[in-house]
DNA sequence: ACACGGCTAGACCGATTGGTCCAGTGAGGA
DNA sequence: TCCTCACTGGACCAATCGGTCTAGCCGTGT
């Protein structure tokens, strides 16, 4: 897994987002990471001074780019409003059935439960902020009569569709979702 | 917090629901447990044989029984299934600033993220399952055209909207959610 | 040819983890 | 009165935690 021409802090960056998301910031040993992504401690503590800490924080970003990125790749060619959320769900249904469907949002695995620390969760709003902003631009593109609301509407069904679709191990509900979404209105 | 003449075992039950909602499974430590129940580690092995992990099954059952009892509160004085919605959301905005707002949802905090034991994943969706069940009762008792579909979709919301709320530390994206659910026409 | 510096490798550290074990302790029944 | 047993209190344990530190590897510039 993750192979091994990738450079060690890609490699670590990696490794880290997906073992956070399976098992939680407290969930993953140092120890464990670093025999998943083949890469001594010393690594590490060179490329993150700070430690599991700093590579969290980098962790969660790099997942929350692929995020952001799978968004604009469904909205740009899109249509409609609607055909955006369509494929989005899409994605994501089958980004889950890949991921083993146990898995947590990267971010809330990775920063909500990390360590107290205040930066922690500000930075994870920050990420979804980027989320539901992109969303909101589409939104807009499209002439949607209230763009903002409609973004944080479809952030929660993805997010609580993620976690039903997680307890029933399968990704319908996720495929579901676009017709729960009141902007279903067809202009 | 969590006053002393409880029994020893309640008084684990409920910190430790308290203490695995605001850090996760893995991120409370026996110890810190222990010292907030203020009960010796004897007690905790008396009461619960295989430690922590029976504990924790026993402190999300304990929490999911408080929502089942929030859910039938909120719809069985209503005159309609709308005003239970409005109301459960109300009851849970309240809920959300009492805890602090960092708090995560009780059984995914504590059941998700714990060991990979698939007993633990088993045991959450049996818990989320009561939930939605209990929606679908009160929303078949008020004839709703699609119970099962309105409880999934009330779900997601809650689950998302909780989640949106937190990182936004405003319950405000809770007492909204009523007025994002498609059964929302006023028959 | 040599020195420099980014990077790797892993031994080592004290603290803390979840868990075991047993000697009390004290209320209730005989 | 004494026995019993559910329960408490905490010493103790190996394992693991996150983190530090230093020795050396190796590509690059001069």
Same mark, same amino acid.
């Given at each position: 897994?993750?192979?091994?021409?990738?450079?060690?802090?890609?490699? %670590?960056?990696?490794?880290? @987002?997906? *073992? +956070?998301?399976? #098992? $939680?910031?407290?969930?993953?040993?140092?120890?464990?990471?670093?025999?998943?992504?083949?890469?001594?401690?010393?690594?590490?503590?060179?490329?993150?001074?700070?430690?599991?800490?700093?590579?969290?924080?980098?962790?969660?970003?790099?997942?929350?780019?692929?995020?952001?990125?799978?968004?604009?790749?469904?909205?740009?060619?899109?249509?409609?409003?609607?055909?955006?959320?369509?494929? %989005?769900?899409?994605?994501? @249904?089958? *980004? +889950?059935?890949? #991921? $083993?469907?146990?898995?947590?949002?990267?971010?809330?695995?990775?920063?909500?439960?990390?360590?107290?620390?205040?930066?922690?969760?500000?930075?994870?709003?920050?990420?979804?902020?980027?989320?539901?902003?992109?969303?909101?631009?589409?939104?807009?593109?499209?002439?949607?009569?209230?763009?903002?609301?409609?973004?944080?509407?479809?952030?929660?069904?993805?997010?609580?569709?993620?976690? %039903?679709?997680?307890?029933?191990?399968?990704?319908?509900?996720?495929?579901?979702?676009?017709?729960?979404?009141?902007?279903?209105?067809?202009?």
């Amino acid at each position: 897994m993750t192979e091994r021409p990738l450079p060690t802090k890609d490699r %670590l960056i990696r490794t880290a @987002a997906e *073992l +956070f998301q399976r #098992s $939680g910031y407290h969930g993953v040993g140092l120890s464990e990471l670093l025999a998943a992504a083949d890469a001594p401690k010393g690594s590490l503590y060179h490329h993150f001074p700070n430690g599991k800490s700093d590579l969290a924080i980098a962790a969660a970003t790099w997942a929350s780019d692929g995020m952001l990125r799978m968004i604009a790749a469904s909205f740009e060619p899109a249509d409609s409003f609607m055909e955006g959320v369509e494929t %989005l769900c899409h994605k994501i @249904a089958k *980004l +889950f059935d890949k #991921s $083993g469907r146990w898995d947590t949002c990267p971010i809330s695995a990775t920063l909500f439960e990390g360590p107290d620390n205040t930066s922690f969760r500000d930075h994870a709003y920050h990420l979804y902020k980027g989320w539901i902003s992109e969303v909101t631009h589409h939104a807009r593109r499209f002439g949607l009569p209230a763009p903002e609301e409609t973004a944080d509407t479809l952030f929660i069904l993805l997010q609580g569709g993620w976690q %039903l679709a997680r307890a029933r191990q399968s990704s319908d509900v996720l495929r579901a979702l676009p017709g729960k979404l009141p902007a279903a209105k067809t202009d």
